[in-house]
């Protein structure tokens, strides 16, 4: 991590005293709005910008309500934490480009805040989620806030928190003692995938046997295969990969899969062709119901049938898809109960 920046304010909180004791050289800037300003007049590419971090305060709400539009079925993650913005992976499809418009990684040191927010959140059986704009635990060894987030929530059993990754970065979790309402999600893709479009985060291989670490230790694994990505061959692919992950996790410790097929908004196809000569794009687009380009209807359902399929073989888990309308969860399970 380099070019960090703090806010003076930081050292008012506990998590920012725990984080000054770890960085050594940072500068200091008056607020979010003057980092966020200079990193924009930088005009730094994505990954220049990435080499940027701000530790400060949170002056807004730090539980988020997932936007999903009224013509979509309902997905897990409708509430998602917001303690900290974007991570250093270069994920090209990556929305996180176009919802920030800037790359810098921002932590917010005042989790208290955080938790007395949640205290009055009672809707009980709710998943919340962490890791949506960000990775939960890439600079886990920096921040420890898996450990934070953990001790609050094992005195929620009502909610589950998710803690979303494509990091194998696990040595906090296992130093941790698990809870029955805490689940560890990781993000998979075919290596073919994560080498031409996942730059800088960790390997299928490394993803796995992390999962594997954390199911022997005690924890629940969530699989999310979002976004799969068309690419030539796509489907033996996504086969192998299924093979690949379920021949090393046990069974009986994943609790749920969620899929899902690249979707974003156009300005992230202009962002990153602007900087990097990618076929991410290169497959027909439609511009879906909520205003994002997907695959059209029929690659959709043929790519999920095709994981379903495959997952299958295995057993009876609990899939369920992303940001998809009722018709297609129809299509693609046949009017099984979901």
């Given at each position: 991590?380099?070019?960090?920046?703090?806010?003076?304010?930081?050292?008012?909180?506990?998590?920012?005293?725990?984080?000054?004791?770890?960085?050594?050289?940072?500068?200091?800037?008056?607020?979010?709005?003057?980092?966020?300003?200079?990193?924009?007049?930088?005009?730094?590419?994505?990954?220049?910008e990435?080499?940027?971090?701000?530790?400060?305060?949170?002056?807004?709400?730090?539980?988020?309500?997932?936007?999903?539009?009224?013509?979509?079925?309902?997905i897990?993650?409708?509430?998602?934490?917001?303690?900290?913005?974007?991570?250093?992976?270069?994920?090209?499809?990556?929305?996180?480009?176009d919802?920030?418009?800037?790359?810098?990684?921002?932590?917010?040191?005042?989790?208290?805040?955080?938790?007395?927010?949640?205290?009055?959140f009672?809707?009980?059986?709710?998943?919340?989620?962490?890791?949506?704009?960000?990775?939960t635990?890439?600079?886990?060894?920096?921040t420890?806030?898996?450990?934070?987030?953990?001790?609050?929530?094992k005195?929620?059993?009502e909610?589950?928190?998710?803690?979303?990754t494509?990091?194998?970065?696990?040595?906090?979790?296992?130093?941790?003692?698990?809870?029955?309402n805490i689940?560890?999600?990781?993000?998979?893709?075919?290596?073919?995938?994560?080498?031409?479009?996942e730059?800088?985060?960790?390997?299928?291989?490394?993803r796995?046997?992390?999962?594997?670490?954390?199911?022997?230790?005690?924890?629940?694994?969530?699989?999310?295969?979002?976004?799969?990505?068309?690419?030539?061959?796509?489907?033996?692919?996504?086969?192998?990969?299924?093979?690949?992950?379920?021949?090393?996790?046990?069974?009986?410790?994943?609790?749920?899969?969620?899929?899902?097929?690249?979707?974003?908004?156009?300005?992230?196809r202009?962002k990153?062709?602007?900087?990097?000569n990618?076929?991410?794009?290169?497959?027909?687009?439609?511009?879906?119901?909520?205003?994002?380009?997907?695959?059209?209807?029929?690659?959709?359902?043929?790519?999920?049938?095709?994981?379903?399929?495959?997952?299958?073989?295995?057993?009876?888990?609990?899939?369920?898809?992303?940001?998809?309308?009722?018709?297609?969860?129809d299509?693609v399970?046949?009017?099984?109960?979901?």
């Amino acid at each position: 991590m380099s070019n960090i920046y703090i806010t003076e304010d930081i050292k008012n909180y506990t998590k920012g005293i725990e984080i000054l004791k770890k960085i050594k050289n940072y500068e200091i800037i008056k607020d979010e709005k003057t980092f966020i300003q200079m990193i924009r007049d930088m005009k730094l590419t994505n990954e220049e910008e990435k080499q940027y971090t701000l530790f400060t305060t949170k002056k807004g709400h730090f539980l988020k309500n997932y936007y999903l539009d009224d013509n979509l079925s309902k997905i897990k993650e409708e509430f998602y934490l917001s303690y900290e913005n974007n991570c250093p992976f270069n994920c090209l499809y990556c929305y996180l480009r176009d919802y920030f418009n800037h790359s810098a990684f921002i932590f917010y040191v005042n989790l208290q805040d955080m938790f007395t927010e949640l205290d009055k959140f009672n809707k009980s059986g709710t998943m919340i989620s962490a890791g949506i704009v960000n990775d939960t635990l890439v600079h886990d060894s920096l921040t420890n806030v898996t450990s934070d987030l953990i001790e609050y929530f094992k005195d929620r059993p009502e909610l589950i928190l998710e803690l979303r990754t494509k990091s194998h970065n696990i040595k906090n979790l296992l130093k941790i003692t698990p809870h029955k309402n805490i689940l560890i999600s990781f993000t998979f893709s075919p290596k073919e995938v994560i080498d031409r479009y996942e730059l800088g985060a960790s390997s299928l291989s490394e993803r796995i046997a992390a999962a594997k670490k954390l199911q022997e230790h005690g924890y629940s694994i969530g699989l999310r295969l979002d976004p799969m990505i068309d690419i030539q061959g796509s489907a033996l692919a996504y086969q192998n990969m299924i093979k690949e992950i379920f021949s090393v996790l046990d069974l009986n410790k994943i609790r749920d899969i969620g899929i899902g097929t690249i979707r974003y908004k156009k300005g992230l196809r202009q962002k990153v062709l602007a900087e990097r000569n990618t076929d991410l794009f290169f497959n027909e687009f439609i511009v879906g119901i909520d205003g994002k380009e997907r695959y059209f209807k029929k690659i959709r359902i043929d790519m999920y049938k095709n994981v379903v399929t495959a997952i299958k073989k295995y057993g009876k888990f609990d899939i369920y898809l992303g940001m998809e309308p009722q018709y297609i969860w129809d299509e693609v399970f046949k009017r099984e109960a979901r």
